[in-house]
């Protein structure tokens, strides 16, 4: 019953920056953590950025750290991954997700998610 629908994704030269938005609906009771995935050809996806709902606390992946900042909507069911700095090795799909509750994974209900591509 949850869906994502990802956006903001597009081309961007290295150095550049993009906002990517995500809209978690459905009959969401909760959430408690809110996060961007990426996956790149030929790789696993990976976890980028996550947010707790209830202390705002943030994690970051390596190699996004001081670039990327996932930020959160409470009130709009909506999370964002304001991406600086961008590398053509940050080309990848991008999805979000949600935990509903500490008590439970990621859901295993996928968006479409949004293309982010870095070339010159």
């Known amino acids: 019953q949850v869906r994502l629908v990802e956006s903001g994704g597009g081309l961007v030269q290295p150095g550049g920056s993009l906002r990517l938005s995500c809209v978690a609906s459905?009959?969401?009771?909760?959430?408690?953590?809110m996060g961007w995935f990426r996956q790149a050809p030929g790789k696993e996806r990976e976890l980028v950025a996550t947010i707790f709902s209830g202390s705002g606390n943030t994690v970051y992946t390596d190699s996004v750290k001081g670039r990327f900042t996932i930020s959160r909507d409470n009130a709009k069911n909506t999370a964002y991954l304001q991406m600086n700095s961008l590398k053509p090795e940050d080309t990848a799909v991008y999805y979000c997700?949600?935990?509903?509750?500490?008590?439970?994974?990621?859901?295993?209900?996928w968006g479409q998610g949004t293309q982010v591509t870095v070339s010159s």
């Open positions: 459905g009959n969401i009771f909760s959430i408690f953590a």
């Open positions: 997700n949600i935990r509903i509750a500490i008590t439970t994974n990621w859901s295993p209900s």
